[in-house]
């Protein structure tokens, strides 16, 4: 008999991570190739030697310079652990047991993953062929349990935008919640925010993970209504960011220029990747983040085979084969440094080359 409760039972298992090689070239995890801000570094030092005293649980400062930087108020302002973690305050402040969160797919896996976690259901809506976002079917699919539909704009993983007015169709024409996950809000420039006091049911996700770098320390911030704030809030953990990460993210807002510098390298290297890939037959799709969406399928090599191959190779990036709304040829690939880009084409190449030795995967006409 166990005695872990039934519907842990049924979680699914976290994957085992393998160790890698200390010069893997990571591009799977859509990681910044760029330290953090040195502003930043020093306002962890500093910050380090107060470790035995506890965060701010209001995170009052962050959430006023947040404010500022977002064009709110503080009082709209929700910290997080990440915002994976403010993914899953949504669903537990939105949702109850057996109710459904409705995900336009392909998308960030965590939409599911949190709800699973909160024995809440997921249904999934085809993204239209081209990844965009069909508003109708999105609404056709909502019922009197859907509690909350995620879009992640720009997506993961297509790195593809929904328009502001495909948004604005989509809060207008549902009274569930609807998040608009601005994690690559640095890449992209495009936000809803401002539309916080037009409409009761958005939820702006934002991210330090990303144009800020900070990924390693977890720390992220909603943007809603006071009512909202204020639900979410009192559901969150006490301590959910800690006192490192609440310096860092003040550090990194305070230095707003460093992060735009990296930001243009990686646009940089975006464009000089994609059209490399372009150049090899490889389909990528136009991209508002820090990582390329790409299909094999011209080369008829699957995501499979080519994310293993690279993995022989030392170099790491995302299979997206097969996941809910792709097919058997998507992956995913962040852009790193010069270096990291030049060594993944040069290794892609000797993948594709090997692959011309084997037989031809069957491809749909
Ligand atoms: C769309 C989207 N939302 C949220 C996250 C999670 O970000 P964080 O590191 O802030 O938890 C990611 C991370 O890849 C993402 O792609």
Not at 91 to 111: M, Q, R, W
Request: glycine share 6%.
């Amino acid at each position: 008999m166990s005695r872990i409760n039934e519907h842990t039972r049924q979680l699914t298992p976290k994957p085992p991570v393998a160790p890698r090689p200390v010069d893997a070239i990571s591009l799977d995890r859509g990681e910044q190739p760029y330290p953090p801000s040195p502003l930043v570094i020093e306002a962890i030092r500093q910050s380090a030697a107060n470790s035995h005293k506890y965060p701010d649980p209001n995170g009052w400062e962050l959430r006023q310079t947040i404010a500022r930087y977002a064009g709110c108020r503080p009082e709209n302002v929700v910290l997080g652990n990440g915002s994976d973690e403010l993914i899953e305050l949504v669903v537990k402040t939105h949702a109850c047991a057996g109710d459904e969160i409705i995900v336009p797919v392909p998308s960030f896996f965590v939409y599911g993953f949190a709800a699973q976690m909160l024995n809440v259901r997921t249904t999934n809506v085809p993204r239209a062929d081209d990844y965009s976002l069909a508003v109708d079917p999105v609404l056709a699919a909502i019922r009197g349990d859907s509690k909350v539909v995620y879009v992640a704009n720009p997506n993961n993983p297509t790195g593809t935008l929904t328009s502001r007015e495909s948004l604005v169709e989509l809060l207008e024409g549902c009274e569930c919640a609807v998040v608009v996950d601005e994690c690559y809000f640095e890449f992209s420039q495009q936000t809803v925010a401002d539309l916080i006091d037009r409409f009761a049911n958005l939820i702006v996700l934002r991210s330090f993970s990303k144009g800020f770098g900070l990924a390693g320390l977890r720390i992220g911030y909603a943007i809603t209504n006071e009512d909202t704030a204020e639900a979410m809030f009192r559901s969150a953990n006490l301590f959910s960011t800690n006192r490192i990460a609440q310096a860092a993210a003040l550090a990194a807002l305070s230095d707003v220029e460093y992060t735009r510098t990296q930001i243009s390298r990686i646009l940089d290297g975006r464009r000089w990747l994609s059209r490399e890939l372009t150049d090899r037959g490889v389909l990528v799709l136009p991209s508002e983040t820090n990582f390329l969406f790409a299909s094999m399928r011209s080369l008829e090599i699957t995501s499979a085979d080519v994310v293993a191959g690279l993995k022989l190779l030392g170099v790491y990036i995302a299979d997206f084969g097969n996941k809910p709304g792709t097919d058997e040829f998507g992956v995913r690939i962040a852009v790193g440094s010069e270096a990291e880009n030049t060594a993944l084409v040069e290794r892609l190449d000797r993948v594709i080359a090997e692959s011309r030795h084997r037989p031809a995967v069957a491809t749909e006409s």
